[in-house]
């Protein structure tokens, strides 16, 4: 790498390294923490000078990085080159992620699932193999539903949600006992004993 601090080495050879587990290659992974880190758009000659790479491998990147929707395209007064940038909100960032990877990995899987609800159970292995594959659809449409939500929040809310932390638990578990309270007293009354029922009696002769 040229022209860059050890401390921005550093991260972008990290970011490089965690890029595979998040499903992108080390290369897009350094292109992209080369434009974060830096904080200013650059264009393709100068992030294969800076990194090192060969000017082909960093026009595959941009474009991955472009399908992600991590990085935007602009154009600078004067220059006909093009530029490249992040998003300047973390958060938008963040939801990128999740929505890239949720794309390729849950809608597939839900995609499936469905498919196997769909068909008729022919013994009743099949039966209890689908009823698990119910219960694995319902939980991950559940959570798909609940990043939907997520998704619509502003950069603040989130920010503030996030920073409740043990809050949104206690909270949580306060609903919990207050329904509890709530069934306990719907409950129906328990039938009338054998005793019950005959001192009864007695008293009606």
């Not at 401390?7 to 550093?10: C, F, N, Y």
């Not at 972008?12 to 292109?31: A, C, D, K, P, Y």
């Not at 395209?73 to 080159?81: E, F, N, T, V």
């Not at 999740?98 to 794309?103: A, D, K, P, S």
């Given at each position: 790498m040229t022209n860059l601090s050890p401390?921005?080495?550093?991260f972008?050879?990290?970011?490089?390294?965690?890029?595979?587990?998040?499903?992108?290659?080390?290369?897009?992974?350094?292109?992209y923490a080369l434009l974060y880190v830096l904080a200013k758009p650059l264009n393709a000659d100068e992030i294969a000078e800076h990194l090192q790479f060969s000017r082909s491998n960093v026009s595959m990147g941009l474009?991955?990085?472009?399908?992600?929707?991590?990085?935007?395209?602009?154009?600078?007064?004067?220059?006909?080159?093009e530029y490249f940038e992040p998003p300047k909100d973390i958060w938008d960032i963040f939801k990128a992620?999740?929505?890239?990877?949720?794309?390729?990995?849950?809608?597939?899987t839900l995609s499936m699932l469905r498919d196997a609800l769909l068909e008729t159970p022919a013994t009743d292995a099949d039966r209890v193999a689908q009823e698990r594959m119910r219960e694995m659809y319902n939980l991950?449409?559940?959570s798909s539903s609940w990043f939907d939500d997520v998704q619509r929040l502003s950069p603040e809310t989130l920010t503030s949600l996030m920073k409740m932390g043990s809050t949104v638990k206690t909270l949580l578990n306060v609903g919990d006992t207050v329904r509890g309270t709530f069934r306990k007293k719907r409950a129906p009354e328990p039938a009338a004993t054998n005793a019950t029922a005959a001192d009864s009696g007695d008293k009606g002769e």
């Open positions: 401390l921005a080495q550093k972008i050879l990290h970011f490089g390294e965690m890029g595979s587990r998040w499903g992108i290659n080390r290369t897009v992974g350094q292109i474009k991955e990085l472009q399908s992600w929707r991590l990085v935007k395209l602009l154009h600078q007064a004067g220059d006909r080159r992620l999740l929505e890239e990877r949720r794309r390729r990995e849950v809608e597939p991950i449409e559940l």
